[in-house]
């Protein structure tokens, strides 16, 4: 059996920074795709960050030139990098990842997520 288990949420101040973790625990044979999501209250969840494993990393437009995702995969950790927060950011972020465990397929694993709370 895998998971995921994020870290780095909090409380910051409008402006501030934060750095969330995520670390694929397990049998773990390889990882494809890992991603961030978000979901604020009241709001559908939305893809905010996507690696590949050859690196190529992907962001919808409202957080491109804030937010930068990097992978260890030696480490089977993803992390996300979240500059000049703004209070729209507030919502519970989410790692998933395809992950070839062993003894299965490739699954989709998420994670439980980890609270981002931005406000002054």
């Known amino acids: 059996q895998v998971q995921l288990v994020e870290s780095g949420g909090g409380l910051v101040q409008p402006g501030g920074s934060l750095r969330l973790s995520c670390a694929a625990l397990?049998?773990?044979?390889?990882?494809?795709?890992m991603e961030w999501h978000r979901q604020a209250p009241g709001k559908d969840r939305e893809l905010v960050a996507r690696i590949t494993r050859g690196n190529i990393t992907t962001y919808p437009d409202s957080v491109k030139g804030r937010f930068t995702i990097s992978r260890d995969i030696a480490k089977n950790t993803v992390s996300l990098q979240i500059n000049s927060l703004k209070p729209e950011d507030t919502a519970r972020y989410y790692c998933?990842?395809?992950?070839?465990?062993?003894?299965?397929?490739?699954?989709?694993?998420w994670g439980q997520g980890t609270l981002v709370t931005v406000s002054s």
């Open positions: 998933s990842a395809e992950i070839l465990a062993a003894g299965s397929g490739y699954v989709e694993v």
């Open positions: 397990g049998s773990i044979l390889s990882i494809n795709d």
